[in-house]
Structure formats: structure tokens, C-alpha cells
């Protein structure tokens, strides 16, 4: 059985940090790509981050680049998406991603709340 856990989410003050893990389990982690979404009220979930399955290629939304930096530790079977510089608008619930092919799996998500 596929599981994805989310942790690291919070309230933080414009400028600050915060690190999301995602616990993977249930299936080959390290054959996979893993992405991580976000979904703020009254909008679609949007792709911010993917990692290739071995770690050497990733893709970002354009509005995090140079502040988001996704890694993986295929040891311990987890996914991570450092957020540096965070704004308000990154504000949203953000969902760890696993394309099986077949099938997409997502957690349940980790509220990330950026307000002064």
C-alpha cells in the first residue's frame, strides 16, 4: 500500500524558511520521480517542484526558482523541498507527489501559511 506523509509545514513571517519532508512507503522509491504540489484556496493545484527518480534532474514552477530547492534520499526513502525567501502567495496547502505510472498517489497535504 502506497503511503506519503507530509511534515514540516507551519507559520512563518515573509523572508523566512521551512523545509518539507515526505515519507515515502509501499512501493520502490527509488525508481520514481517524486514532485511536490501546492493548492492555495480558490485556485488548481500546481506542479512546484519534481525530482528525477535518481536525483540528478529537477524542474521547478517559475515562481520558486532560485528560492525552492527539492532533494531526495533514496536511502531513507524520503523527499524534501527546502523554501527559502518565502512571500504570501506561497501561501497553500502543499502535497507530496508520487507518479507510478498507472496511478498518481498524493498525500494529505501540509499547510504552509507565509503572513506577517
Known amino acids: 500500500q502506497v503511503q506519503l506523509v507530509e511534515s514540516g509545514g507551519g507559520l512563518v513571517q515573509p523572508g523566512e524558511s521551512l523545509r518539507l519532508s515526505c515519507a515515502a512507503s509501499g512501493f520502490t522509491f527509488s525508481r520514481y520521480g517524486m514532485s511536490w504540489y501546492r493548492q492555495a484556496p480558490g485556485k488548481e493545484r500546481e506542479l512546484v517542484a519534481r525530482?528525477?527518480?535518481?536525483?540528478?534532474?529537477?524542474k521547478f514552477a517559475d515562481s520558486v526558482k532560485g528560492r525552492f530547492t527539492i532533494s531526495r534520499d533514496n536511502a531513507k526513502n524520503t523527499v524534501s523541498l527546502q523554501m527559502n525567501s518565502l512571500k504570501p502567495e506561497d501561501t497553500a496547502v502543499y502535497y507530496c507527489n508520487a507518479d507510478l505510472g498507472a496511478t498518481l498517489y498524493w498525500g494529505q497535504g501540509t499547510q504552509v501559511t507565509v503572513s506577517s
Open positions: 525530482i528525477s527518480s535518481a536525483g540528478g534532474r529537477t
